[in-house]
């Protein structure tokens, strides 16, 4: 919720006229903001709003203030934390596609797997038409009051990873206990690949790998070593790249909407900036993580682009139960994979004048 805060003018000439001065006093805001991550402070979301506060309370020369709240102090998960964006108790919220399925299913479209080829591609297609596609259809279900403002990253690209083997193929996972989260669609396509879905909650995963409840994971490497997962016995990561661990930025569309359209501006440019950290975040973080892995003893495999093949084919049930079991799924299938190939046909073109 935003506050409107100005000096009263009785106060105000009160002051001037007995001659207070007042030049060491910051001028306080027209807008304060809230924003809200359930994560920490080491998080990509975290660096994110980081930019973000600085970017929007310079460029507006002090009219827009934020105040960042890490954890769970205002709101507690992705259902919480945006029904309070739209009540207006919380401007600003960071969810995953997963945190945000239970009010908008379509969103999991972000989690398909191997749709998104790799960094340069998602990053086109988050910074082009699919994202205000998806924003129009999130104002509209909300009505009106949820305005998603962009799509960035936290946590690089989740994997498969386990306790147990090697995984090369589909095969390999066969069997395998494999954590997920409680939203429906990465727990199809476990089940796509042979494995067992068991829905355990983030905080209980360590125990969960020591104690063989569950023998694997889809992870990030900076999440997998960010929660020392390896002293559980998670030794096994296979880049495979399923799916990018996309970041959902929304804002209270009414706070939004009463600034100037100059401030608006700045706000935009300013989630365009938090965009670019958290894309840029999990690249630096994950140069550590990978090493601390090996140190630990982990083991990494990098399928060949044949063996990703066998993933992406074995994983294509899932395409057909998001579009039969999500209300407009072949639409937002559609969306993403039309925008997805526009993009990797621009970074072709790229390629073929970048490389000459």
Known sequence: MFTKTKINSVVAATLIGAGVMLSGLA???????????????????????????????SHSNGKIAVDIYMGTQLCGNGVECLEAVEYGS????????????AMYPYVQVLDLPYVLRDDRVA??????????ELRNQILEDSGDTVRLMTIGNTGGWRNFANTQHTVKTPEDLEGLK?????????????????????????GDLFTSFQTGVVEGSKNGITDIMGM????????????????????????NNDVFMDMPEELRRVVVDGFSALQQATFASPKRKSIAAYKAFAEAGGELYVP?????????EAAKPV???????????????????DAAKEAEQKIASEYDADLK
């Open 27 to 57: 001028q306080a805001a027209d807008f304060n903001l809230r924003a809200v991550a359930n994560s920490n402070e080491n998080d990509e979301d975290y660096d994110g709003l980081v930019v973000f506060k600085d970017f929007v309370e």
């Open 178 to 202: 494999i954590r997920t989260v409680v939203s429906d669609l990465p727990q199809e396509l476990v089940r796509s690949l042979g494995a067992s879905p068991t829905p355990i909650p983030w």
């Open 123 to 132: 990053e086109e297609v988050f910074t082009g038409d699919f994202t205000r």
């Open 304 to 312: 060949s682009p044949e063996e990703k093949e066998q993933f992406a």
């Open 90 to 101: 919380v401007d600003i919220y960071i969810s995953t596609s997963g945190g945000a399925s």
């Open 319 to 337: 395409y057909t139960w998001f579009q039969e079991n999500i209300e407009d799924g072949e639409k937002w299938y559609n969306l993403l994979n």
């Open 228 to 251: 020392k997962f390896t002293d559980a016995g998670l030794k096994y990561v296979t880049l495979d790249g399923h799916a990018y661990m996309s970041a959902l930025w929304y804002m």
